[in-house]
């Protein structure tokens, strides 16, 4: 896992990290969602929303 994570091709890890680590994708998403100014909702059925 960490060899497909390290590459430039990281993403396409998710499938499996969701499984192994449903929480470390929970933290890359507040990484991105910060990085772009997104607002981070606990609920799973709201939209994005920009700030």
Known sequence: MA???AGDG????FPA???IAPEA???VR????TH???EIS????EQI???
């Open 3 to 5: 060899d497909a994570l």
């Open 10 to 13: 990281w993403h396409h890890a």
């Open 17 to 19: 990290l969701v499984r």
């Open 25 to 27: 994708v929970e933290r």
């Open 30 to 33: 507040n990484i991105v969602f």
């Open 36 to 38: 772009h100014g997104l």
């Open 42 to 45: 606990t609920a799973r059925t």
């Open 49 to 51: 929303s920009p700030k």
